[in-house]
Structures are given as structure tokens and as C-alpha cells.
């Protein structure tokens, strides 16, 4: 079964600190793709990022950075000097391939709250 | 990136109306699109998978004689809640993914109803 687990419900920082937010999935297949989405108040979802299962290789968009491994499957956010702006809630998820189709799974989220 | 439409934003109807929600590309052609439910402070589920020209795949325990899909073209996909009554009140959202990027979904900017 595919699974994408965000094990931190909420979370609040202060503005200007670091804040990594986990993700861990279970697949069993060995061709997918993970997504972060941001999702502010208004309800749109914001994309992020895409990750193929072949590409291990950390990424960096400028306050922004990814951290995915494999052996542990996992594929952590974090978030370097924090805004306001950035308060919301973010999901993690999956995409998966099987028996010709393939969905996208969400985590539950977790609500970042930046205070001033 | 490619642009997903949802309308309406918002809408407040009647118990035991209908609503219909529009999902459409603007920029490409959406082989496959996705409708999702959100409750509050919860993660999006998956309600069903519609290609377009034939029938949707519904989720299970989704209502598939409640929750209409019609993905009549390659742009538009929609979503008629029907007899709606107050637990229908929720967010949807709409993905939609072209021929050429199945592992990039688009996201529409969701759409709350609320049934009183």
C-alpha cells in the first residue's frame, strides 16, 4: 500500500528561525514521484516540488531545501530564515504507479505558523 | 506551469439542491483529471479519477450516484453534488494532468461549499 505519513501536526516558530518539516512514505514500487504543495488560507495548492525515486540528489530554491533519502524514506522540507508568508499548511504526497494508473497520495499536512 | 480553472470559488446553496463545479485547463489538454474533498484541518482525499470520454473511477465509499463526473473534452471536467445536504459542505479541488506530464498535476483553486 502507498502511504505518505506527516507526523507533525502543527507547528510554530518564530520568525527568522529554521523549521524542517518531516515526510515519510511507504511504496512498494520502485518508479515514483514525491511532491511537496504549500497550501495557504485561501485553499489553493501551491506546488513546490517534484522528486522522481531515481534522483537522490538534494535540491536548494532559495530559502527552500529538500532533503530526500531513500534508505530511510524519507523526504524532509525545511525551511531556512522564516517569513510570515510562509505560514500554511504543507502536504507531502505521492505519486505511484500501478496496474496502469497512478494517483497521487497526501500526508495530512502540517500547519507551520510563523510568528513575528 | 499550466493553469487548472475551478468555478465557482464559493457557493452556499440549499439542502436538497444541486451544485455543479467546473474543473478546466486553460492552457493544455487534460487527459485525466482528479476530484478531491477536503475537510477542514484534514488532508485531500481522493474522490475519483476521470478520463475523459468515459466513466469516472470513484473512490470507495464515495457515492458515485451523489458526486456526478462528466469529462465530456480534454479541458473541462465537472463535479454536480447532487440533493446536497450540509455534511456535503466541504472543499473540492480539482487536478488535471496532460498526455505528456502524467506526473504533474495541476491543481484548481478549490471551491467551498457550503449546504444550509
Known amino acids: 500500500a502507498q502511504k505518505v505519513t506527516q507526523a507533525q501536526t502543527e507547528i510554530s516558530v518564530v520568525e527568522k528561525e529554521d523549521v524542517t518539516l518531516d515526510c515519510v512514505y511507504e511504496?512498494?514500487?520502485?518508479?515514483?514521484?514525491l511532491f511537496w504543495y504549500k497550501q495557504p488560507p485561501s485553499g489553493e495548492l501551491v506546488f513546490l516540488i517534484r522528486r522522481n525515486s531515481f534522483d537522490e540528489q538534494n535540491e536548494i530554491s532559495g530559502r527552500y531545501s529538500w532533503n530526500f533519502q531513500k534508505s530511510t524514506s524519507s523526504f524532509n522540507f525545511t525551511i531556512t530564515a522564516s517569513q510570515v508568508v510562509d505560514s500554511a499548511v504543507y502536504f507531502c504526497?505521492?505519486?505511484?504507479f500501478g496496474a496502469g494508473s497512478y494517483q497521487l497520495t497526501f500526508g495530512k499536512g502540517t500547519k507551520l505558523s510563523v510568528i513575528p | 506551469g499550466a493553469v487548472v480553472s475551478q468555478h465557482p470559488s464559493w457557493v452556499i446553496c440549499k439542502s436538497g439542491t444541486s451544485v455543479k463545479i467546473e474543473c478546466r485547463s486553460l492552457?493544455?489538454?487534460?487527459?485525466?483529471m482528479f476530484w478531491y474533498r477536503q475537510f477542514p484541518k484534514q488532508s485531500l482525499m481522493l474522490m475519483a479519477t476521470s478520463n475523459e470520454g468515459s466513466k469516472a473511477t470513484y473512490e470507495q465509499g464515495v457515492e458515485k450516484d451523489k458526486f456526478l463526473i462528466n469529462h465530456a473534452s480534454l479541458t473541462l471536467s465537472t463535479l454536480t453534488v447532487t440533493s446536497a445536504h450540509p455534511e456535503d459542505s466541504s472543499f473540492y479541488i480539482c487536478?488535471?494532468?496532460?498526455?505528456?506530464?502524467?506526473?504533474?498535476?495541476?491543481f484548481g483553486q478549490g471551491t467551498r461549499l457550503t449546504v444550509v
Open positions: 511504496t512498494r514500487d520502485t518508479t515514483y514521484y
Open positions: 492552457d493544455f489538454q487534460a487527459t485525466t
Open positions: 487536478s488535471a494532468n496532460s498526455q505528456g506530464a502524467v506526473t504533474e498535476a495541476f
Open positions: 504526497a505521492l505519486i505511484f
